[in-house]
């Protein structure tokens, strides 16, 4: 079973719209998450730790429920800016992060 | 503060050539990492760097060999690339051991005919 399963999408939503995704990761152990943020063609940069339950940040949340081994991303107001492919990257013991292969969205005027 | 920099950019190889990517960070990070991303994939680590002097496999090492040279400076070396290894390659870096905020650099594109 993979680490991490992410829906690839791609999620087309229109501007100001809230969209919300999904990542299940597999191992029980993992003790923080991550979200990272890749624009096409371009690197992968941090948008948002998640230590507990959850962490907000401006229009962005992420929860966690560690009884179903899932954590989300919700974008609320939707920018044309906000498209891109988000990564969900779990935090288990001392080994380096393994990535998820992502969700695209797609936003649209 | 230019973070990570990593060259070449973009690298056109025929199978069997060898090259070296080359990574530098000016964060003072201990840790350091190389990972590949094929069309459609998620990032694979490849080889990483807990610390100057430390070298360990990820989860794809087989046709690729790295050099820690020392704090700064992370090499991942195709010594016979094949078509396979075509792929986006990117260098990245944290703090700490194996800090959780990784810094990436650009990436390198490179194609092996």
């Known amino acids: 079973r993979k680490e991490v399963e992410q829906d690839p999408g791609p999620f087309n939503v229109p501007e100001g719209a809230t969209v919300a995704f999904n990542c299940t990761y597999s191992n029980s152990a993992s003790q923080s998450f991550f979200w990272y943020r890749q624009d096409c063609r371009k690197e992968p940069k941090l948008l948002m730790s998640?230590?507990?339950s959850g962490n907000e940040d401006g229009r962005f949340t992420a929860q966690l429920n560690r009884a179903s081994q899932y954590i989300s991303l919700l974008i609320r107001d939707s920018k044309l800016s906000d498209s891109a492919t988000y990564l969900c990257v779990p935090r288990t013991g001392r080994r380096a992060l393994t990535f998820g292969s992502g969700t695209r969205l797609q936003v649209q005027p | 503060n230019a973070g990570v920099t990593q060259t070449p950019k973009f690298q056109v190889l025929k199978t069997g050539q060898s090259m070296t990517l080359q990574c530098a960070q000016d964060m003072n990070h201990n840790s350091m990492y190389w990972y590949r991303q094929d069309p459609g994939m998620g990032l694979r680590l490849i080889y990483y760097s807990a610390s100057e002097g430390t070298t360990d496999k990820g989860e794809v090492p087989n046709g690729y060999n790295v050099s820690r040279l020392n704090k700064r400076e992370f090499s991942l070396r195709l010594e016979s690339a094949a078509p396979s290894q075509t792929s986006v390659y990117f260098c990245?870096?944290?703090?700490?051991?194996?800090?959780?905020?990784?810094?990436f650099g650009e990436g390198s594109w490179l194609t092996v005919v």
């Open positions: 998640v230590y507990s």
């Open positions: 990245a870096s944290s703090e700490g051991q194996l800090g959780n905020t990784i810094y």
